[in-house]
C-alpha cells in the first residue's frame, strides 16, 4: 500500500502536499481501499475559508460515508472539477489525479507537529490492522 | 465466552484473490475482491461466483416434515413439488418475523431449509421446537454454497454439470454433480438475475470454485457482499436486519402473499397474523430514488415536507441505475413529496416502484 515520501498526512487518512503557500490535499490509498468505490466526493467551494481539523466535505462509498476534513487553515483557491464526472479518479490515482482541493495556508505554512510523517503514517495504517 | 470467527472453506481461495475480508453474522466473508461496482456490473451483464457458506442449511425430514413444516412457518411447504423451492418466513406468534427463508423440497420427505447466516441457530432452534413430528437436523457446518449469478450464468455451468438446466425452472433444485462434485444445484438467488445457487460438501468447494472460475479466459470474476448488497437492493429483495425484523410482520414488507391461510391446520403466528391482515399494516415499504448524489443510509429519516414520515432500511449508491436508491418504510397514509434528512440536510427524492431493477423489463 503506497505511502509517497514527498507527502504529509494525518490521522483522518488525507495526504498533504505543501508547494510554496499552497497545500494539496487528497485521501490515501489506505483510505480508498478502506472505502471501497467512491461514488461521489462533495468538495468545498473556492474561496471558502477552512480550518484545521475541521469537516469541509464528504466522500461517499458504496458502503459508507466519510466527513473531508482539512488539515490546514487557508482559503479553498481550486477544487478537482475532474472527481465530479469521475469519482473512480480517487481510487485509481489517489495521489494523482485523484487529488480533492488546494489550500492557501494562512501564515505561508502549516504547523509541521500537526502533520504526520511517511513513517508515522504507516505506523498509524498498521497499528489499524 | 469467547466470540470466534468462523472460516469458510474457500478462506484460502479469498485470499489468493485478494479479497478484503469483513466479519458478517460471526463469519470471515470477502466484502470485495477489487472494485464493487465492476462486481455488481459483471452479474449484472455476465456473470459472477458468490461464495454463501456463511447461510444456514437446515435439513427437515421424515414421512411428517411437510406437515411439521406447515406449522412452523407461514408458508405451505408440504404443497411443493418434489425438486421446487418457495421463498417462506419464519414469524414469532405475535407475527413478527424471525426470518426469511427459501425451503427447497429435495425429496417427498426430504426438505432442505435455507436460512440467514445470522439467524441460524434461532431458526434452528425454532424448527427443532416447532417440527416434533419431524427429524431436524444443523448440516450447517457440513454444508458449502456456491453461487453463481448473471445472464451467462446457465452457459457457463452446464458444461461442468450433469443436471439438464435448460428444464430447471427458477425457484427449482436437482441433485447432481458439479465439476464431478456431487451437489444440490438450484436456480435461485439474490441478485435479481438468473443464477444458481450450488450445495456442497465443504472439501468439494474449492474444485467447483476453481472448475467455475476457469469456465471464462482470464476466470469468471468473484463478487463480495458488498455487490451482493447493491444488487439484492436494486432487485427490491428484502435484507434481515434492515427490512425485516421481529418488529415488523410480512405485510409491512410488503409480503403479505408468503403468508398462507389456504393451507389445511394452524401455524405458528397464524392468529396476529390474520389480525394484522384484516387491519393493514403499520407501514408501508416504499422505493426512493434519490434527487442528489448524497447517499440515503439505514436509519436516515425520510421527510414528508418537513416532517419525519418514516425511515430508510436500505440505501446504496445503485450501479445500474446511477443515482442513489433506498427502501424505506413509511407510516401509513403518508403522502409526498419525500425527502430524506442525509446528516441534518433535507434531499429531494422520489417515490418508486420496486424493484428498482427488473432483468425481464
Same mark, same amino acid.
Given at each position: 500500500?503506497?505511502?509517497?515520501?514527498?507527502?504529509?498526512?494525518?490521522?483522518?487518512?488525507?495526504?498533504? =502536499?505543501?508547494?510554496?503557500?499552497?497545500?494539496?490535499?487528497?485521501?490515501?490509498?489506505?483510505?480508498?481501499?478502506?472505502?471501497?468505490?467512491?461514488?461521489?466526493?462533495?468538495?468545498?467551494?473556492?474561496? =471558502?475559508?477552512?480550518?484545521?481539523?475541521?469537516?469541509?466535505?464528504?466522500?461517499?462509498?458504496?458502503?459508507?460515508? #466519510?466527513?473531508?476534513?482539512?488539515?490546514?487553515?487557508?482559503?479553498?483557491?481550486?477544487?478537482?472539477?475532474?472527481?465530479?464526472?469521475?469519482?473512480?479518479?480517487?481510487?485509481?490515482?489517489?495521489?494523482?489525479?485523484?487529488?480533492?482541493?488546494?489550500?492557501?495556508?494562512?501564515?505561508? =505554512?502549516? =504547523?509541521?507537529?500537526?502533520?504526520? #510523517?511517511?513513517?508515522?503514517?504507516?505506523?498509524?495504517?498498521? #497499528?489499524?490492522? | 465466552?469467547?466470540?470466534?470467527?468462523?472460516?469458510?472453506?474457500?478462506?484460502?481461495?479469498?485470499?489468493?484473490?485478494?479479497?478484503?475480508?469483513?466479519?458478517? +453474522?460471526?463469519?470471515?466473508?470477502?466484502?470485495?475482491?477489487?472494485?464493487?461496482?465492476?462486481?455488481?456490473?459483471?452479474?449484472?451483464?455476465?456473470?459472477?461466483?458468490?461464495?454463501?457458506?456463511?447461510?444456514?442449511?437446515?435439513?427437515?425430514?421424515?414421512?411428517?416434515?411437510?406437515?411439521?413444516?406447515?406449522? +412452523?412457518?407461514?408458508?405451505?411447504? *408440504?404443497?411443493?413439488?418434489?425438486?421446487?423451492?418457495?421463498?417462506?418466513?419464519?414469524?414469532?406468534?405475535?407475527?413478527?418475523?424471525?426470518?426469511?427463508?427459501?425451503?427447497?423440497?429435495?425429496?417427498?420427505?426430504?426438505?432442505?431449509?435455507?436460512?440467514?447466516?445470522?439467524?441460524?441457530?434461532?431458526?434452528?432452534?425454532?424448527?427443532?421446537?416447532?417440527?416434533?413430528?419431524?427429524?431436524?437436523?444443523?448440516?450447517?457446518?457440513?454444508?458449502?454454497?456456491? *453461487?453463481?449469478?448473471?445472464?451467462?450464468?446457465?452457459?457457463?455451468?452446464?458444461?461442468?454439470?450433469?443436471?439438464?438446466?435448460?428444464?430447471?425452472?427458477?425457484?427449482?433444485?436437482?441433485?447432481?454433480?458439479?465439476?464431478?462434485?456431487?451437489?444440490?444445484? +438450484?436456480?435461485?438467488?439474490?441478485?435479481?438475475?438468473?443464477?444458481?445457487?450450488?450445495?456442497?460438501?465443504?472439501?468439494?468447494?474449492?474444485?467447483?470454485?476453481?472448475?467455475?472460475?476457469?469456465?471464462?479466459?482470464?476466470?469468471?470474476?468473484?463478487?463480495?457482499?458488498?455487490?451482493?448488497?447493491?444488487?439484492?437492493?436494486?432487485?427490491?429483495?428484502?435484507?434481515?436486519?434492515?427490512?425485516?425484523?421481529?418488529?415488523?410482520?410480512?405485510?409491512?414488507?410488503?409480503?403479505?402473499?408468503?403468508?398462507?391461510?389456504?393451507?389445511?391446520?394452524?401455524?405458528?403466528?397464524?392468529?396476529?397474523?390474520?389480525?394484522?391482515?384484516?387491519?393493514?399494516?403499520?407501514?408501508?415499504?416504499?422505493?426512493?430514488?434519490?434527487? *442528489?448524489?448524497?447517499?440515503?443510509?439505514?436509519?436516515?429519516?425520510?421527510?414528508?415536507?418537513?416532517?419525519?414520515?418514516?425511515?430508510?432500511?436500505?440505501?446504496?449508491?445503485?450501479?445500474?441505475? &446511477?443515482?442513489?436508491?433506498?427502501?424505506?418504510?413509511?407510516?401509513?397514509?403518508?403522502?409526498?413529496?419525500?425527502?430524506?434528512?442525509?446528516? &441534518?440536510?433535507?434531499?429531494?427524492?422520489?417515490?418508486?416502484?420496486?424493484?428498482?431493477?427488473?432483468?425481464?423489463?
Amino acid at each position: 500500500m503506497g505511502v509517497p515520501a514527498e507527502l504529509r498526512y494525518t490521522q483522518e487518512h488525507e495526504w498533504i =502536499a505543501i508547494d510554496g503557500g499552497t497545500a494539496t490535499i487528497g485521501i490515501t490509498d489506505y483510505a480508498t481501499q478502506a472505502l471501497g468505490d467512491v461514488v461521489y466526493v462533495s468538495l468545498p467551494t473556492v474561496g =471558502a475559508a477552512v480550518t484545521a481539523g475541521e469537516p469541509c466535505g464528504e466522500v461517499e462509498s458504496t458502503k459508507s460515508v #466519510s466527513d473531508l476534513y482539512s488539515p490546514v487553515d487557508g482559503e479553498v483557491t481550486e477544487v478537482n472539477e475532474e472527481l465530479d464526472d469521475d469519482p473512480g479518479l480517487i481510487n485509481a490515482e489517489p495521489y494523482g489525479l485523484g487529488w480533492m482541493f488546494r489550500v492557501r495556508v494562512t501564515g505561508g =505554512a502549516p =504547523a509541521p507537529t500537526d502533520l504526520l #510523517s511517511p513513517a508515522e503514517y504507516e505506523a498509524l495504517t498498521k #497499528s489499524a490492522g | 465466552m469467547i466470540p470466534t470467527v468462523r472460516d469458510t472453506p474457500l478462506r484460502a481461495v479469498h485470499e489468493r484473490l485478494g479479497a478484503t475480508m469483513t466479519e458478517f +453474522a460471526g463469519w470471515l466473508m470477502p466484502l470485495r475482491y477489487g472494485s464493487e461496482t465492476s462486481e455488481h456490473n459483471a452479474v449484472r451483464t455476465a456473470a459472477a461466483l458468490f461464495d454463501l457458506s456463511h447461510m444456514g442449511e437446515i435439513a427437515v425430514t421424515g414421512p411428517d416434515a411437510g406437515a411439521a413444516l406447515d406449522y +412452523a412457518v407461514c408458508g405451505w411447504p *408440504s404443497a411443493l413439488a418434489v425438486g421446487r423451492a418457495r421463498y417462506t418466513m419464519l414469524c414469532a406468534p405475535d407475527g413478527g418475523i424471525l426470518d426469511d427463508l427459501i425451503i427447497y423440497r429435495q425429496a417427498a420427505e426430504r426438505f432442505l431449509v435455507v436460512a440467514n447466516a445470522a439467524n441460524a441457530d434461532v431458526v434452528l432452534g425454532e424448527l427443532t421446537a416447532r417440527c416434533a413430528a419431524a427429524v431436524v437436523t444443523d448440516e450447517s457446518a457440513g454444508t458449502g454454497l456456491i *453461487s453463481i449469478q448473471g445472464p451467462d450464468a446457465s452457459g457457463l455451468l452446464a458444461p461442468l454439470t450433469d443436471l439438464p438446466l435448460a428444464g430447471l425452472r427458477y425457484y427449482a433444485g436437482g441433485y447432481g454433480t458439479v465439476a464431478g462434485r456431487p451437489a444440490w444445484i +438450484a436456480r435461485t438467488g439474490y441478485t435479481g438475475e438468473d443464477g444458481f445457487e450450488i450445495f456442497c460438501a465443504p472439501a468439494d468447494c474449492e474444485p467447483v470454485w476453481d472448475a467455475l472460475t476457469a469456465t471464462v479466459p482470464g476466470g469468471l470474476p468473484a463478487a463480495g457482499l458488498a455487490a451482493r448488497d447493491t444488487l439484492r437492493l436494486e432487485a427490491g429483495m428484502p435484507l434481515y436486519g434492515n427490512e425485516l425484523g421481529p418488529d415488523v410482520t410480512p405485510y409491512e414488507a410488503g409480503l403479505g402473499r408468503v403468508v398462507r391461510f389456504d393451507k389445511p391446520g394452524d401455524f405458528v403466528g397464524r392468529e396476529a397474523l390474520a389480525a394484522r391482515a384484516a387491519e393493514g399494516p403499520r407501514a408501508t415499504l416504499i422505493g426512493l430514488r434519490a434527487g *442528489s448524489r448524497r447517499v440515503p443510509r439505514h436509519g436516515y429519516p425520510v421527510l414528508s415536507g418537513t416532517e419525519r414520515a418514516g425511515v430508510v432500511t436500505s440505501g446504496a449508491p445503485s450501479p445500474t441505475l &446511477g443515482v442513489p436508491i433506498a427502501m424505506a418504510y413509511l407510516e401509513p397514509g403518508t403522502t409526498g413529496p419525500f425527502g430524506i434528512d442525509i446528516r &441534518g440536510r433535507a434531499e429531494p427524492a422520489e417515490q418508486t416502484e420496486l424493484p428498482f431493477y427488473d432483468r425481464r423489463k
